[in-house]
T-cell receptor, first 115, second 116 residues
Framework: NAGVTQTPKFQVLKTGQSMTLQCAQD?????MSWYRQDPGMGLRLIHY???????DQGEVPNGYNVSRSTTEDFPLRLLSAAPSQTSVYFC??????????????FGPGTRLTVL | GNSVTQMEGPVTLSEEAFLTINCTYT??????LFWYVQYPGEGLQLLLK?????DKGSNKGFEATYRKETTSFHLEKGSVQVSDSAVYFC???????????????FGAGTRLAVHP
């Protein structure tokens, strides 16, 4: 049972380049989400999904795109990278995202630098 | 709105010292409260949680009590170890009756460094 996996672990991009951060989970969780972690700001929600084919925006969605074609995968796309997107990105999944007692499981993160 | 405020770090302690990391929150209704821990190079892991007032969450020697009267959820450990060195995040989930996907709201995190 691998839990939540993310690739790549590190990535350096030039301004204007595009890329996709991969996230997969093998726990059959319906709810998945993407966060970014910036110094002194904790984690902020970018996008989330409540099931295959259903996505919605979080607090900081601008510049990011998501899709959810399967239960297992939830990729995050940067359409045109900007230095402000330099951050550590975490993917998370949970079984009962609609309940306040739910536990979220996090991946190991992707450290992205945009030059 | 809903928010979480944590004490600023880093917190530096000697092994076997007592640990307190303060956390206060602002929320409508009755949120569930969480402590997550992030070890170096890893993702976040749930450390403990409490879902209603006066509940005490505990795990691995850490404890936190949900205090509605002071809107606090301070993390404590009686005797820290070097292996406890990590970043600790306090978080809340807005009340269930708000509807929709319950999003975690995180504090800024507090770095703990424990020296032998």
């Amino acid at each position: 049972n691998a839990g939540v996996t993310q690739t790549p672990k590190f990535q350096v991009l030039k301004t204007g380049q595009s890329m996709t951060l991969q996230c997969a989970q093998d726990m059959n969780h319906e709810y998945m989400s993407w966060y970014r972690q910036d110094p002194g700001m904790g984690l902020r929600l970018i996008h989330y999904s409540v099931g295959a084919g259903i996505t919605d925006q979080g607090e900081v969605p601008n510049g990011y795109n998501v899709s959810r074609s399967t239960t297992e995968d939830f990729p995050l796309r940067l359409l045109s990278a900007a230095p402000s997107q330099t951050s550590v990105y975490f993917c998370a999944s949970s079984e009962q995202g609609a309940y306040p007692t739910d536990t979220q499981y996090f991946g190991p993160g992707t450290r992205l630098t945009v030059l | 709105g809903n928010s979480v405020t944590q004490m600023e770090g880093p917190v530096t302690l000697s092994e076997e010292a007592f640990l307190t990391i303060n956390c206060t929150y602002t929320a409508t209704g009755y949120p569930s409260l969480f402590w997550y821990v992030q070890y170096p190079g890893e993702g976040l892991q749930l450390l403990l949680k409490a879902t209603k007032a006066d509940d005490k969450g505990s795990n691995k020697g850490f404890e936190a009590t949900y205090r509605k009267e002071t809107t606090s959820f301070h993390l404590e450990k009686g005797s820290v170890q070097v292996s406890d060195s990590a970043v600790y995040f306090c978080a809340l989930i807005r009340p269930f009756f708000s509807g929709g996907y319950n999003k975690l709201i995180f504090g800024a995190g507090t770095r703990l460094a424990v020296h032998p």
